[in-house]
């Protein structure tokens, strides 16, 4: 009996793979939670929340900044941009209650990223495929840690809280969106699935409110979604419908927003490109980044999850997904991923900056691990059918711990021969936990800091007009930039008025 309870008690692979996975997630977690709290605010950050922290200032009333931040909304609707639900998390930035508070920003940012990644796939893993908690919990954290680690711009997917909200946070909102909108599809007529058609209309009406990028996408899988369930007649259809009719209804109030043309003609005036150029442009980059992207670490990623996807698509109640068709799931998401780029195409007449890319990135991840889903999923299938018209038995999907343990092994070996045949600043630079943990180590983020608080002091202290020396620190993975010499930008002007200043501008400190 004791030996049976042993046995019982013993891991799975796909158990091993979970704890595996939460372990590489930690690792590239700690770094850069350890040097959020040298992090700090910045430019849009103060641009957007001024007015809620002078409310907050003048009132000492949380709810009076909360008040200010609504109000932003249709401001900014009118006269800036109309994305509604963001201009209101922006508005609401951590510094608008302290420079002391911006510490939670970053945090905040990969809490919510990871949460959101935790939904979306337990309801793929879990619910769609009936999958064990171990695979969920892998495909969640590899994603997670691909994400953190090798985004384009950490400062800016991390650190910088107006743009990681914006992007990275408005991300895994998307993912919240369709983990609800295929819980509503699938899992039949009871109120679970009536609940989750509920929510994805609320989380649809948010998400619209959010970048253009994350939104267009959404629209064009959440039709993919629809067309596909009404061309197999399928009942869910109705329960997608209203998530849907949100989602392009609020996006729809988000493009025709006066703002948005306020905008364009304030910063790029003569970057628009038309539509054809825009299609040509967005395809091409399309390949370009998608070549540039999914090699290397995302690819070991993904390979080190392959065995865990083709045990889960060998499970009895996956097979009664067809996984028809890998070829045009593939094809696409190409297109899906080459259409993320006609926004900034359109808008700017480039790819846009690294706050653009981040969400591109990410986004690409979550479709390159559903393609390899999908591949696994087909071939099980075509074994299934193979061995039911020869009379044997089907083969297992590859074998749990033989697999497993190489693929790990592969994956752990290419890693570290990477980090150390390519262990310089340039390298360390594009993984954002190894550049956090230089900086800490350095003693760069520290002095950084430092810098920050020797400045607020000096601008608390001083009259009207403030000369401030410029920072002389600044790590890769938190310094978005400085204050400019004279007051003719808005980051003066805004830094001025949130501290209630005439002029703030930058000097060169005095050796």
Known sequence: MASRRRRAGRLTPEGWAGLVAVAALVAVLVPLVLISRYNHSYADDWHYGVWAHLALQDTGSVLAAIGAALEQVPTAWLEWQGTYTAIFVMALEPSVFGEGCYVIAA?????????????????????????????????????????????????????????????????????????????????????????????????GALLAGGNFVTVLVSVELSAAVLAVLFARRDEGMVRVLPGFCLLVLGAVVSMVAPG???????????????????????????????????????????????????RIVAIPQARRWRWRLPGLVSVGSVALFATSFTPTF????????????????????????????????????????????????????????TAAALSCALVGVCVLCALAVGADSQTQAKLSSASAAESLATGEAAEYDRQVWERIELIESSGADV???FYSAGPHVLFMGDVRDSMGNYINYRLAQWYRKDSIVGVNAVS
């Open 346 to 401: 359109f808008s700017m007449g480039n790819v846009g900056p690294g706050r653009v890319q981040n969400a591109r990135f990410d986004l690409l991840v979550v479709l390159l691990v559903l393609n390899a889903l999908w591949w696994c999923g087909w071939a099980a299938a075509r074994r299934a059918s193979e061995a039911a018209e020869s009379g044997t038995m089907a083969p297992s999907a590859l074998s749990s711990c």
């Open 107 to 203: 945090p905040l940012v990969m809490a919510v990223l990871v949460a959101g990644s935790l939904f979306f796939w337990h309801v793929v893993a879990c619910e769609l495929l009936h999958g064990p908690k171990g695979t969920w919990v892998a495909v969640s954290c590899v994603t997670c840690a691909l994400q953190l680690l090798l985004q384009p711009s950490a400062v800016e997917g991390i650190f910088w809280y107006n743009s990681a909200s914006y992007y990275t946070g408005f991300h895994a909102l998307m993912l919240v969106y369709f983990g609800l909108l295929l819980r509503a599809a699938c899992l039949g007529q009871g109120k679970a699935a009536r609940r989750a058609s509920v929510w994805a209309g609320v989380v």
């Open 260 to 310: 948005n043309s306020v905008r364009q003609a304030t910063q790029f005036p003569d970057a628009r490109l038309g539509v054809a150029q825009t299609v040509w442009q967005s395809s091409m980059a399309g390949f370009e980044w998608l070549a540039r992207w999914s090699g290397g670490l995302v690819a070991l990623g993904v390979l080190a999850l392959a065995p865990l996807l083709a």
């Open 467 to 469: 000369e401030v020396p």
